[in-house]
């Protein structure tokens, strides 16, 4: 028998324990004697029973025949049990199990620690639960994830920190540190097989691991590569390299293609301020249809120039009009998980296809810093795989459950404190504020003040110019944005905040947060990169989810990326198959050819074409007609040109077809 004493408010608690089992209980107080302390007032109760007077002979009776062990230290009862000559040693149990008479002894591997003590698991998670109630209503995920996270930390303080502070305290609620890589030994950019005007003017002494895996995997022999890594890890490097070595010694131009007009100025500056005493470069963006000095295009324009820096639209609005492309030896296309965009995917991929077609010989490079299933990609572009998981700089990511109205105070308080921090490269921490709206990054960066800039798609050019550098220039603590920077724009911040889990009304997939996350912790800047997610319990951006934003954030974090397979529909399908009759001048054979090579899966077309009478069949042939043309040059299907024609016999005023063209679109599901 053992005998737990457990030391409460002028009495003592007592449990009975046989074999682990709780087999009675009692109370005992203790009362001063010219003999020493004595017990007085003990009662007692077996297991089912009530509980009743018990002479205090029978409690030392039994005392002397058992293992007592005390709960917590007390001197007067330790004084009781020396007097006696009755041995005694401390145990640590779980004080809300010994309230309810249950015994569970615990320690540092087994207990959690919850205000100054430690309880079992099970009360531990039965407190948790008692908290979370008068916090409102959260997800069976996220209390599996903060069972998890409790299992892992063995901390209740620390777990409910997490869960509506006043206040961010990020010491108590990581979620996870990702490591960064140790330092790898590289070749020297002389010791490579390299031009040496382009090894003088690249600016770069030793490869980044990234990059040696590429050289290792044939990208000095034309080999083709996908390559998988980390956001600032050098793979912008691996294109020019391959590119430049292409073009000098006498292989052909280079393309390098980006999905975002602001990320093609930023790569075409780095090309022309690098290489532009050996090459000509020249930038091709998609024309905007307001003629406005910020909209007007900057730079030379010149596709058949030997470095074209282009978007995917600049480019294929090229191949699509029958522009010739000639003499192209490498192509390098930057953000390729943007194939698995629903509005712009099918373009991607049918762009690849075309300048495959129209550049057989050309060496394919594909980026990305997020993948899923990246070896059933590489063999569908049929290229070598070069995949680099570690991080060059260590992440540490956060998650605090609060509600929405304290976000804007928690974003200002953390880029704050943030800016505060000068890294041992002497750079200030600088924040990426990711929300869902527009009118939310002007919310956001209002409060924060003249430290703080919006940053997305309806500003000018030359508005984003400007905040593009008073960040790289350290004059701006924070930007707030939507989706314009996660596809790659380069503000070299060290803190990405998410005040939402959301795009609009759709919930970030897995890779748009992997890529948006990747923006935190450069090796050039930084010594630790920092994501913090605020996830609302019971958000939502639409009536139609049935997810909460406090179950996005944890299927995020531990989420896995998908395989890089999309289906198109069939108006996706048509404005494929026309822009790729375009390239190959009506050839049935080569357009069926681009279509096998294409990554995604496409509806046939040909049939609806043909019904429609948009394009007819003759000897092997596809001929387009003027309204085919224009679906290429437009980039529209067949059911959006039908829909256009439609409005325009029945409507003679422009702005109201484009009106009505707009709402359709926005009440499609």
Not at 375 to 403: M, Q, S, T, W
């Amino acid at each position: 028998m053992k005998v737990i004493v457990q030391p409460q408010k002028g009495t003592y608690k007592l449990l009975f324990v046989e074999g682990g089992r709780v087999e009675g209980s009692g109370f005992v107080d203790l009362a001063a004697t010219p003999k020493g302390r004595r017990p007085k007032n003990f009662k007692m109760r077996r297991r089912g029973k009530q509980l009743k007077p018990t002479p205090t002979r029978d409690l030392i009776a039994l005392l002397r025949r058992s293992t007592v062990l005390l709960a917590a230290k007390s001197p007067e009862f330790e004084s009781f049990l020396a007097d006696l000559q009755i041995p005694s040693s401390r145990i640590d149990i779980c004080r809300f199990c010994q309230l309810e008479d249950r015994f569970a002894p615990v320690d540092r591997a087994t207990g959690v620690r919850y205000g100054g003590e430690w309880i079992c698991m099970e009360c531990a998670k039965r407190e948790m639960r008692r908290e979370l109630g008068y916090l409102g209503k959260f997800g069976g995920s996220v209390l599996v994830h903060l069972e998890k996270l409790l299992a892992q930390i063995r901390d209740l303080d620390r777990v409910l920190a997490s869960v509506g502070p006043e206040h961010p305290d990020l010491k108590r609620t990581l979620f996870d540190r990702l490591e960064a890589h140790e330092v790898q030994k590289t070749a020297h950019i002389t010791e490579l097989p390299l031009p040496p005007a382009f090894a003088k003017a690249a600016g770069v002494e030793y490869l980044m691991p990234v990059q040696q895996l590429a050289v290792q995997d044939g990208l000095l022999e034309g080999q083709h590569l996908l390559v998988v890594s980390a956001t600032a890890s050098g793979k912008t490097f691996i294109g020019e390299m391959a590119g430049m070595k292409n073009f000098l010694e006498g292989r052909g131009r280079t393309l390098f293609l980006v999905p975002l007009v602001a990320l093609a100025n930023q790569k075409y500056q780095r090309f022309r301020d690098r290489y532009g005493h050996l090459v000509r470069v020249t930038l091709q963006t998609g024309v905007s249809r307001l003629n406005l000095p910020e909209t007007r295009p900057a730079g030379d324009r010149d596709v058949n120039a030997p470095v074209v820096v282009g978007t995917y639209e600049g480019i294929d609005h090229a191949l699509r009009t029958g522009r010739s492309l000639k003499d192209i030896g490498t192509v390098v296309i930057d953000e390729v998980q943007m194939l698995e965009d629903p509005e712009r995917g099918h373009r991607l991929d049918g762009l690849i296809a075309r300048l495959k077609h129209v550049a057989p010989e050309a060496q394919f490079l594909y980026l990305s810093a997020t993948i899923g299933a990246p070896g059933l990609l590489a063999d569908k572009l049929r290229a070598n795989l070069v995949r680099y998981a570690d991080r060059p700089v260590p992440l540490e990511r956060h998650l605090i459950f609060v509600e929405r109205s304290k976000k804007i105070n928690f974003i200002k308080q953390m880029v704050a404190e943030e800016y505060k921090v000068r890294s041992s490269k002497g750079y200030r921490g600088q924040t990426i504020v990711f929300t869902n709206s527009r009118a939310r990054c002007h919310v956001i960066a209002d409060a924060l003040g003249k430290k703080a800039a919006p940053y997305h798609a309806g500003l000018t050019s030359q508005e984003r110019r400007d905040v593009e550098r008073r960040f790289a220039n350290g004059e701006i603590a924070a930007v707030v944005t939507t989706a314009a920077l996660a596809a790659g724009v380069d503000f070299p911040a060290s803190q990405v905040i998410f005040d939402a889990l959301a795009m609009g009304i759709q919930w970030l997939t897995v890779q748009e947060f992997h890529q948006m996350m990747g923006r935190a912790g450069r090796p050039d800047f930084h010594d630790l990169g920092r994501v913090v997610i605020m996830a609302e319990p019971g958000g939502s951006y639409s009536r139609t989810s049935g997810k909460t934003e406090e179950e996005v954030a944890v299927g995020l974090l531990r989420g896995e990326m998908e395989e890089v397979a999309p289906e198109y529909d069939m108006e996706q399908s048509t404005e494929e198959f026309v822009a790729n009759a375009v390239v190959s001048n009506g050839d049935e054979q080569q357009i069926i050819k681009m279509t096998h090579t294409m990554v995604g899966t496409l509806e046939p077309a040909l049939p609806t074409l043909l019904d429609y009478g948009l394009v007819r069949r003759r000897g092997g042939r596809i001929e387009l007609t003027d309204m085919a043309r224009v679906m290429a040059e437009h980039f529209i299907g067949a059911e959006r040109l039908i829909e256009i024609k439609d409005l325009v016999r029945r409507m003679d005023d422009a702005a109201e077809i484009v009106a009505e063209l707009e709402c359709a679109e926005e009440t499609t599901p």
